[in-house]
């Protein structure tokens, strides 16, 4: 086995682990009850799908092409930094909007403070 | 830590000058010699020696990496297995962090990490609220886990 083919093997690897976890986090974001949980399977899952994606992209025109893709670089670095703030915010925004958790839910700390945000809005 | 960096670069340059050769060679080797120079003179700054947070932040960046394929891992048995028998649940966290980037890093950290993600911090930033997909054997075992990144992020600020 030379080189090539060991590149080659790592490459096939990282984008159907990729999609593989791409498709699990579309298999979440069907099966989980609320948006909080689906928001974990997604939130992860396709980050690191993605990743894995444009890391064996990266690989592959840099061994075969012989071509640095600086972009897909900087593209991984991105999606790493903004995809955990995003789902912050959509779960944020979903839980002061008065979307409830699942009732499967044990417990709730937050309740109280929503309470007293919903009263000030109205007032 | 930024102003060693800083001082670090201009003794390289001053070494450019003195050997004057402007290649990116020398530069690095300026950059090893005032490396040495700052080592020796470590007491007279008022923070620890820069390399130190650098070698933490490589840790943290490494750290990033597990927790990011461990919470996948847990993310695909729960999404996987036949039944849904998860107890997820909101709890409050009290911060030791104090800075707003270290807040913002320490939930960054948080997100990615094995079935919990941050909803919310409390106005005056002493409170973070994070749900967790599955409470009972996770809440303490979290709980530890953050008290490790916690200080982790405050060897990096100190």
Same mark, same amino acid.
């Given at each position: 086995?030379?080189?090539?083919?060991?590149?080659?093997?790592?490459?096939?690897?990282?984008?159907?682990?990729?999609?593989?976890?791409?498709?699990?986090?579309?298999?979440?974001?069907?099966?989980?009850?609320?948006?909080?949980?689906?928001?974990?399977?997604?939130?992860?899952?396709?980050?690191?799908?993605?990743?894995?994606?444009?890391?064996?992209?990266?690989?592959?025109?840099?061994?075969?092409?012989?071509?640095?893709?600086?972009?897909?670089?900087?593209?991984?670095?991105?999606?790493?930094?903004?995809?955990?703030?995003?789902?912050?915010?959509?779960?944020?925004?979903?839980?002061?909007?008065?979307?409830?958790?699942?009732?499967?839910?044990?417990?709730?700390?937050?309740?109280?403070?929503?309470?007293?945000?919903?009263?000030?809005?109205?007032? | 830590?930024?102003?060693?960096?800083?001082?670090?670069? $201009?003794?390289?340059?001053?070494?450019?000058?003195?050997?004057?050769?402007?290649?990116?060679? &020398?530069?690095?080797?300026?950059?090893? %010699?005032?490396?040495?120079?700052?080592?020796?003179?470590?007491?007279?700054? &008022?923070?620890?020696?820069? $390399?130190?947070?650098?070698?933490?932040?490589?840790?943290?960046?490494?750290?990033?990496?597990?927790? %990011?394929?461990?919470?996948?891992?847990?993310?695909?048995?729960?999404? %996987?297995?036949?039944?849904?028998?998860?107890?997820?649940?909101?709890?409050?966290?009290?911060?030791? $962090?104090?800075?707003?980037?270290?807040?913002?890093?320490?939930?960054?950290?948080?997100?990615?990490?094995?079935?919990?993600?941050?909803?919310?911090? &409390?106005?005056?930033?002493?409170?973070?609220?994070?749900?967790?997909?599955?409470?009972?054997? $996770?809440?303490?075992?979290?709980?530890?886990?953050?008290?490790?990144?916690?200080?982790?992020?405050?060897?990096?600020?100190?």
């Amino acid at each position: 086995m030379n080189v090539t083919e060991i590149i080659e093997g790592l490459v096939v690897l990282l984008v159907v682990a990729g999609a593989l976890l791409t498709v699990i986090s579309a298999i979440g974001a069907l099966r989980l009850p609320d948006i909080y949980t689906r928001s974990h399977a997604i939130s992860k899952s396709t980050t690191l799908g993605i990743m894995l994606i444009l890391t064996g992209t990266l690989l592959h025109f840099w061994f075969r092409h012989d071509h640095v893709n600086s972009r897909l670089l900087l593209a991984i670095v991105f999606i790493f930094l903004t995809s955990p703030v995003s789902a912050h915010l959509i779960s944020r925004a979903a839980y002061y909007s008065g979307v409830r958790p699942w009732e499967g839910t044990v417990r709730d700390d937050l309740a109280e403070r929503r309470e007293t945000l919903a009263k000030s809005a109205k007032r | 830590m930024a102003q060693q960096l800083l001082l670090n670069v $201009v003794l390289a340059f001053v070494w450019m000058f003195l050997a004057d050769s402007f290649t990116g060679s &020398s530069f690095v080797i300026g950059y090893l %010699l005032g490396l040495g120079i700052m080592f020796a003179l470590r007491r007279y700054f &008022s923070t620890t020696f820069y $390399v130190v947070p650098l070698f933490v932040i490589g840790k943290l960046t490494v750290i990033f990496m597990k927790e %990011l394929l461990l919470a996948n891992w847990a993310v695909l048995k729960i999404v %996987l297995s036949p039944s849904l028998d998860m107890k997820p649940c909101i709890f409050a966290l009290p911060l030791e $962090v104090k800075k707003d980037w270290e807040i913002t890093l320490l939930s960054s950290l948080i997100t990615l990490t094995p079935g919990t993600f941050v909803i919310d911090v &409390s106005d005056d930033k002493k409170l973070i609220y994070i749900h967790t997909i599955d409470a009972p054997d $996770v809440d303490e075992v979290i709980r530890q886990i953050k008290t490790s990144f916690e200080k982790t992020i405050l060897e990096v600020s100190r």
